[in-house]
């Protein structure tokens, strides 16, 4: 079965621009989530879609903010970013509660 | 809140010695626990799910409620063991997982 896939690989962007980020689950899995893996931060809980329905979100500022669509493939869009935004940002997908599985992840460098 | 301890950065060990990669967690709930891997050039991808209570690739953990630990072993180290290991701690029915900083482990020949 395809994994997980995101897009694009690395994606570089300045100060104040907005980022988009994709991602696409593996096939039947309905739920999506989203990591953020700063340099010495490790890895935090993003978001959580499921079923079109953000359920669940980290502790991250208004302007990290995403949807899923009807095909539960999922977007993260960063607005008006910032230096310390620049991370690996990891997608995951799981069937209902089952373990998630993660994709290569976005690199994003602010310049 | 919850909160996952990964003591060490970096295990080195040769290839035919035990492994233990310590894990404790921090939750106040029923905890569901996790070992992900990440070998080099590879995707994070998992290893063990506390509730299956299966070995994979000879590796097993046991959850310990009352040290509320979960710590990773294997009896005889292999070269191709060699990754970066993350202990994961979920949060039932809140599906954010909680991952510790992760150690390395070497396995040399």
């Known amino acids: 079965e395809a994994g997980v896939t995101q897009s694009p690989t690395h994606l570089i962007k300045t100060r104040g621009q907005q980022a988009t980020l994709r991602c696409s689950p593996i096939?039947?899995?309905?739920?999506v989530y989203w990591y953020q893996q700063a340099l010495g931060l490790g890895l935090q809980f993003l978001l959580w879609?499921?079923?079109?329905?953000?359920?669940n979100r980290g502790n991250f500022p208004p302007r990290f903010s995403g949807r899923q669509f009807p095909n539960y493939s999922s977007e993260l869009n960063v607005n008006a970013l910032e230096l310390e935004d620049s991370a690996l940002y990891l997608c995951?997908?799981?069937?209902?509660?089952?373990?998630?599985?993660f994709g290569d992840g976005t690199r994003l460098s602010i310049l | 809140a919850q909160r996952v301890t990964q003591p060490e950065k970096l295990l080195s060990v040769f290839k035919g010695a035990p492994v233990e990669l310590k894990c404790n967690y921090s939750?106040?709930?029923?905890?569901?626990l996790f070992w992900y891997v990440q070998y080099s050039r590879q995707r994070l991808q998992l290893l063990l799910r506390?509730?299956s209570r299966e070995s994979i690739k000879g590796f097993t953990a046991d959850l310990n409620k009352g040290e509320t630990s979960f710590h990773l072993k294997k009896p005889f180290a292999q070269e191709e063991d060699s990754a970066m290991y993350y202990c994961?701690?979920?949060?039932?029915?809140?599906?954010?997982?909680?991952f510790g900083s992760g150690t390395r482990l070497q396995v040399q020949p």
């Open positions: 096939s039947g899995h309905t739920s």
């Open positions: 939750y106040s709930g029923s905890p569901e």
């Open positions: 995951a997908s799981s069937q209902f509660d089952q373990p998630q599985h």
């Open positions: 506390h509730i």
């Open positions: 994961v701690l979920g949060g039932t029915g809140r599906r954010a997982l909680t």
């Open positions: 879609y499921d079923e079109g329905e953000e359920r």
